[in-house]
């Protein structure tokens, strides 16, 4: 029997975008389906179906305790289904090397509602728990050392690069000064910090005052973006011609990322626009399918409020 927070729970599984993500991908029986961010197996479970019996589904996690998510995946899953625990970075660039292919690649990146629902993980400025923040519990680095341990000069830029944080350097002045009194050990200490180093209104303004250096902590701490940047290539280079790669992003500096690598590998050609002929000889790899991010319906957001900001695009192998 596992322990109660290790089991699958109902609500855990709502996957976004769902319905947009499945006909982009368009998974066909015999297929191989990477999926380098599976959680709690929400968009597992949808594609393996499409797979209709035939094919294999690689479901990778950097977060070991999605394990019992992907048990209960693979007993349904009626194809051959693996788990890889690490960083999908890691994993695909792995992958590639060892000319392992995919005919489907799918991201649906941050953070999963197990994570942010279980206080103990640290991610959550709703509850008082330690500050951890590590997608995967055994990396090095946890929300705590980075504030306790990163200059005021490096705290600021996180926070304004990417929390978009106006008050950046305020709050990373107020927190150098507390911690020169004692370390901050807990999430709720730093809210406290983040509410005291604000003006007064601006507390009360767009959402939660500590919202956004959350989400600039967690983005260092798990390096969500230098992933992003070194996986993209990797998946590509797995896909096999007429593969596709999918990814759902939940912030303005993620679908920055995905929107240019796609971009730039539909495009091709790296030459100098002055160039009057193409000296570089290199080919279009991608065919962008979603010419605009696809975005969640009002509908959608009603019954998934964490659905509001994501954004999906697609891209085929040319
Ligand atoms: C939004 S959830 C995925 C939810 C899943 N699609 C579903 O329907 O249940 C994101 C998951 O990706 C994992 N993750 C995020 N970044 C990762 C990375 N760089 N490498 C491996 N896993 C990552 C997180 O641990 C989390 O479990």
Not at 147 to 161: D, H, K, M, P
Not at 180 to 186: G, I, K, N
Request: proline content about 7%; overall charge neutral.
């Amino acid at each position: 029997m596992l322990p109660s927070v290790l089991q699958p729970n109902a609500t855990d599984h709502v996957p976004v975008l769902a319905e947009q993500v499945r006909r982009l991908l368009d998974v066909q029986p015999g297929q191989t389906v990477v999926d380098a961010t599976f959680g709690a197996g929400g968009h597992a479970a949808l594609l393996a179906e499409d797979l209709r019996g035939e094919g294999r589904y690689v479901a990778i996690d950097r977060d070991p305790t999605v394990k019992p998510y992907f048990e209960s995946f693979r007993r349904r899953a009626g194809v051959q289904a693996r788990f890889l625990s690490g960083d999908f970075a890691d994993v695909l660039e792995r992958f590639a090397d060892n000319g392992r292919n995919a005919d489907v690649v799918l991201f649906d990146l941050g953070v999963s509602s197990m994570q942010l629902d279980r206080p103990e993980r640290g991610f959550s400025y709703a509850a008082d728990a330690p500050l951890d923040m590590r997608m995967d519990p055994s990396a090095e680095m946890s929300a705590r050392e980075l504030v306790n341990q990163a200059s005021e000069r490096e705290l600021t830029e996180i926070f304004r690069s990417y929390g978009e944080e106006r008050y950046a350097r305020q709050i990373a002045k107020r927190i150098g000064r507390e911690r020169s009194r004692q370390p901050f050990e807990t999430t709720g200490e730093l809210v406290e910090a983040i509410k005291s180093a604000i003006p007064t209104p601006a507390r009360f303004g767009e959402g939660h005052p500590a919202r956004r250096v959350f989400q600039a902590l967690r983005i260092a701490v798990n390096d969500e973006l230098g992933a992003l940047e070194a996986a993209l290539p990797a998946a590509l280079e797995m896909l096999r011609p007429g593969g596709r790669v999918a990814v759902i992003s939940f912030h303005s500096l993620e679908d920055r990322i995905v929107k240019r690598f796609f971009r730039s590998e539909a495009h091709g050609c790296t030459c100098p626009p002055d160039f009057p002929v193409c000296v570089c000889g290199r080919e279009p790899s991608l065919r962008v399918l979603t010419r605009k991010a696809v975005r969640p319906t009002a509908q959608e957001i009603a019954t998934n409020p964490r659905a509001a900001s994501a954004r999906l695009r697609a891209a085929v192998k040319t």
